[in-house]
T-cell receptor, first 114, second 111 residues
């Protein structure tokens, strides 16, 4: 069964360092989402791509976060510099088309900033 | 902003018991979704609801879309140990493809 792949699964870094997370959506899925999930809370959307274009990044802290999906397939989310408050699970999800409610989530990357 | 409040926050039940949890909002939504998240994993979609009053089942799970379009509930019948996890409701904001998630209900099943 096709799955959304994410790496790394775990990342520990010191504040002020740069970190990057990678996501490979299910093959053929045009829509890709990055979410941040703070412990004890629900996921919060950071950025949504339709193919290679950003559809919504209103919740992305653009002073330190960036996301790209250059060829409309896999995607990278970067944080530079990392802050203590960035410690969270970063989830990637994909769906076949925009608006389709069936989003398939990856296992996430758990980031700890020391 | 728009928020989804879930209750209870957590529940401990005996295996075999039925479970009920709900999700409420001050805003109206046209789509309600229920997800389950296991520890260290991403959420998995359980049930999707599209019409006010709609009642949908998926095995031992039943969910309803409230008539006011401001709430939804999820029931689990005859709970089993693998039902353990965090259950989230989610809604799609009107006019966008953006989803907001509730605060979650943590379920623990005692064998």
């Amino acid at each position: 069964e096709a799955e959304v792949a994410q790496s790394p699964r775990y990342k520990i870094t010191e504040k002020s360092q740069a970190v990057a997370f990678w996501c490979d959506p299910i093959s053929g899925h045009a829509t890709l989402y990055w979410y941040r999930q703070i412990l004890g809370q629900g996921p919060e959307l950071l950025v949504q791509f339709q193919d290679e274009s950003v559809v919504d990044d209103s919740q992305l802290p653009k002073d330190r976060f960036s996301a790209e999906r250059l060829k409309g397939v896999d995607s990278t989310l970067k944080i530079q510099p990392a802050e203590l408050g960035d410690s969270a699970m970063y989830l990637c999800a994909s769906s076949l088309v925009q608006g389709l409610n069936t989003q398939y989530f990856g296992p996430g990357t758990r980031l700890t900033v020391l | 902003g728009q928020q989804l409040n879930q209750s209870p926050q957590s529940m401990f039940i005996q295996e075999g018991e039925d479970v009920s949890m709900n999700c409420t909002s001050s805003s109206i939504f046209n789509t309600w979704l229920w997800y389950k998240q296991d520890p260290g994993e991403g959420p998995v979609l359980l049930i999707a609801l599209y019409k006010a009053g709609e009642l949908t089942s998926n095995g031992r799970l039943t969910a309803q879309f409230g008539i006011t379009r401001k709430d939804s509930f999820l029931n689990i019948s005859a709970s089993i140990p693998s039902d353990v996890g965090i259950y989230f409701c989610a809604c799609r904001t009107s006019g966008t493809y953006k989803y907001i998630f509730g605060t979650g209900t943590r379920l623990k099943v005692l064998a």
